[in-house]
């Protein structure tokens, strides 16, 4: 991250505009790009005259008491991280960094979120307002820089998740947090069903759990919060300590454990955590106390997608594979033509990211 | 608020999800307003009948379903009552965080509805963070499921969008939430404080000390003595101002976090410190705050409940405007709210029977909102826009804001059908939709 020049901090939400006009006018549709850090992961390809808005950084507003902070959507997450922990905060939802690359507005636009979810949230419950130009090149404003705030529809929310195209994201404020006055890794050696169970059975349990995944026979939890709580905690449930398990969680967190690096076809899927583990897909990383799981290869979508509705959740192609084809869970019609209409009242025009998410949207 | 009446065309009370279906297909077809109502709690007129519409009374929909104690979740009908999901959640060690003040009678189908919060939100979040999953009815009667039984899902965030839409886009009939496993101790630390902006300052001492309390409360001299005289909670009527701090979490972190707020309030210039011996004590101190809107009610023939957030560190000035208005307007006000969420709850007290006093609480209301806004803030943190907020949501949202709301409306309903004339104002397009407000108000 220290390779190129920084970029300066500035406001090019004229020129964003600007360069969405020309594109409406002429017809043309754009695909939006931050850091690129997931421009080959999530989504689908997508055709476009690229919108570049990573010269659009910055931190807006951040105030430590008000446990919020507003930045520009191409603000590296890097940026951000470094004024909260001059602050004793964090961003919860442990977003993954990608290098140093990774913006405020991607990050948001593909609702990505580390081991941490699900006891802090993800971007999508930390989200409390943006700023962001429609289809029509209208700037508008939803939600706003207080944690509670129910005036007109979750317009903020409704962005996680929707890569981009219901707006270019231009300013995005989020709740943020304290940081944790200490973490602490136990691990244990057993199988991926008994982990499933263990990890869940745990997390039922009041205790600062603030991670659980497994791999190759071994399930790690961490714990994070006040000393007292974490001391405590692990002398109730024993287990060996982990050292350096920094360098894990950030692995796990980056996506560089060895698991990820086959460049094949890495499906992700989402489900409820307790769901049984299948054995049919090859080698799982499982995480997010079960309710995340990775596997590689060549699988038939349509045999993983029932094996996700059996399972409660959904799989998706996260990264390699044909992303000409669909990479998401199929939708039916009911819920095809109200995404259709949803993403008219935003881009009539369907200029924005137009496949990125799904062919018919 | 007692200002907004309305009866129905007619009242459906269904008693299966088919039902509902069926309702709402021969609405469709006819044409007719669908106005969906739970416990009927809210406090934003937003399920106020509509004169030409069905009223959907949801309140026979009062299953728990499912609890599944390894997957931590719940799966419940809409007339399920917010309370009666943690008390059945209570025997495996689990619950559900959102806790309205009406969560005796308030149900989860209206809690999705409003997003509602309560007083632990600044830790556990809105109802919006702790919902996995709907079975939706769309406006032509179609069953959506939206969410999943994991922590996200494939297409746009429906989920976000229904949670707090106020039954403008669709009819929820199932909701399944996230329980959390009940903490092993949970202890309240009452302040007293001379004066208000005492108070408001030691609320931003306790976050800049990195902790986040599982309730951060406060309430003002009148509504301190109403409650107290409502509950006998043990509150100093003297004080000008009293914050109530709950922690919670393991006995070790919740000793610990004790005794440096204890001591951080009296830092920060309180005037006595109390500290719940038992778990007596604290539903005590928590039951004159919960119980704070009907003690107003004694004390008052009516009152005008408003909601606006703002930034923490503008609460003081805020509250000292609030009582500066309370004078101009000759009425009084009680200030009871969600402190460490910056989440306001001024209680304008003023006799319905007298109309220039229902015109001067309006009048009061709208001025605070307009404050919240301008201090950065919003006009709703909880309680909805409803009927009541409709006129202030152009002092939060440009016209162009507006027209994109009434974009997504038309997305879901777009012969305005669910629960017309509230949440949203319509600015033009459709004269008739338009006319709807106007033929509610009051004169």
């Excluded at chain 2, 107290?228 to 070790?252: H, K, M, N, W």
């Amino acid at each position: 991250m220290t390779e190129r020049p920084p970029l300066q901090n500035q406001d090019r939400s004229e020129h964003i505009i600007n360069a969405l006009q020309q594109a409406r006018d002429a017809r043309n549709s754009v695909y939006i790009k931050g850091g690129g850090s997931k421009q080959h992961l999530i989504g689908r390809n997508c055709n476009g005259t690229i919108l570049d808005i990573s010269g659009h950084r910055g931190i807006v507003d951040y105030q430590p008491q008000e446990l919020v902070i507003t930045a520009r959507a191409g603000t590296p997450l890097v940026d951000i991280i470094a004024a909260l922990e001059n602050e004793g905060q964090s961003l919860s939802f442990e977003p993954p960094l990608f290098s140093g690359i990774a913006t405020l507005g991607g990050t948001l636009a593909c609702n990505l979120s580390g081991p941490a979810r699900p006891w802090s949230g993800s971007i999508r419950d930390m989200v409390l307002g943006v700023r962001l130009i429609n289809g029509k090149c209208e700037q508008l404003n939803f939600g706003g820089k207080v944690i509670k705030n129910v005036a007109g529809y979750d317009v903020p929310r409704l962005q996680a998740g929707a890569l981009g195209t219901l707006g270019v994201l231009c300013e995005v404020s989020l709740k943020v947090l304290p940081r944790a006055n200490k973490t602490l890794t136990l691990c244990y050696d057993m199988s991926a069903q008994e982990a499933v169970q263990y990890m869940n059975q745990k997390a039922g349990q009041p205790k600062p759990l603030s991670g659980a995944f497994w791999l190759d026979g071994r399930v790690y939890m961490r714990l994070s919060g006040a000393t007292s709580a974490v001391d405590s905690t692990v002398k109730q449930w024993g287990g060996e300590i982990l050292a350096s398990d920094e360098t894990l969680w950030r692995q796990l967190r980056e996506m560089t454990l060895p698991f990820f690096d086959d460049q094949g076809a890495l499906w992700r899927f989402s489900v409820q955590s307790s769901a049984k583990v299948r054995h049919d897909f090859g080698t799982t990383l499982i995480d997010w106390c079960g309710a995340q799981r990775w596997v590689h290869g060549d699988h038939a979508g349509e045999v993983l997608q029932q094996a996700a509705a059996e399972a409660g959740g959904h799989v998706s192609l996260f990264r390699g594979g044909d992303r000409n084809a669909e990479v998401r869970a199929p939708l039916n019609s009911v819920e095809q033509v109200l995404q259709q209409r949803l993403k008219k009242s935003f881009d009539p025009d369907g200029i924005l990211n137009p496949g990125r998410l799904y062919s018919w949207l | 608020m007692t200002l907004y009446s309305e009866l129905p065309l007619l009242v459906v009370l269904p008693e299966t999800v088919e039902q509902v279906q069926h309702v709402l297909r021969i609405c469709h077809e006819l044409n007719v307003p669908v106005v969906a109502r739970g416990a009927g709690t809210g406090l934003s007129a937003g399920a106020m009948p509509h004169p030409e519409g069905i009223l959907l009374c949801l309140s026979k929909l009062d299953q728990i379903l499912d609890i599944d104690i390894l997957a931590r979740t719940a799966r419940a009908q809409p007339g399920v009552s917010n309370l009666s999901i943690s008390d059945a959640a209570a025997e495996h060690g689990l619950y559900y965080a959102p806790d309205p003040s009406s969560q005796i009678a308030c149900t989860i189908g209206g809690n999705v509805s409003e997003n509602s919060g309560g007083v632990h939100c600044l830790k556990y979040g809105l109802t919006v963070h702790n919902i996995l999953s709907l079975e939706v009815l769309t406006v032509e009667g179609e069953k959506l499921t939206i969410g999943s039984m994991g922590l996200d899902s494939p297409g746009y965030d429906l989920m976000a969008l229904l949670t707090g839409s106020e039954g403008l886009l669709g009819i929820i009939t199932e909701v399944t939430v996230r329980l959390l496993p009940l903490p092993e101790l949970a202890q309240v630390i009452m302040a007293g404080f001379n004066n208000v902006s005492t108070a408001g300052n030691a609320v931003g001492a306790i976050i800049a000390e990195g902790i986040i309390p599982a309730g951060l409360e406060m309430m003002d001299r009148l509504a301190i003595q109403a409650a107290e005289d409502f509950a006998q909670a043990g509150y100093p009527r003297e004080a000008a101002a009293i914050l109530l701090c709950e922690v919670d979490g393991t006995s070790e972190e919740v000793a610990q976090h004790t005794q440096k707020i204890a001591r951080l309030f009296e830092q920060h210039g309180a005037t006595s410190v109390t500290i719940s011996r038992d778990e007596t004590q604290r539903a005590l101190l928590w039951k004159g705050r919960k119980a704070a809107f009907p003690a107003i009610g004694r004390i008052s023939p009516d009152y005008y409940c408003m909601d606006g957030t703002i930034p923490r560190s503008q609460l003081s000035f805020v509250l000292n405007e609030i009582y500066r208005l309370s004078e101009q307007y000759a009425l009084p006000v009680a200030n009871v709210f969600h402190a460490g969420d910056g989440n306001l709850h001024p209680l304008i007290m003023f006799d319905a029977s007298d109309s220039t006093a229902i015109h001067r609480a309006e009048e009061f209301g709208a001025k605070i909102l307009e404050l919240s806004v301008r201090v950065g803030g919003c006009i709703t943190g909880e309680h909805g826009v409803g009927i009541e907020k409709l006129s202030q949501m152009t002092n939060q949202f440009t016209a162009q804001e507006l027209l994109q709301l009434e974009d997504i409306k038309h997305a879901f309903d777009p012969a305005l059908n669910l629960n017309p004339g509230k949440g949203i104002p319509i600015l033009k397009r459709c004269q008739e939709y338009r006319a709807l407000p106007a033929r509610h108000q009051h004169d």
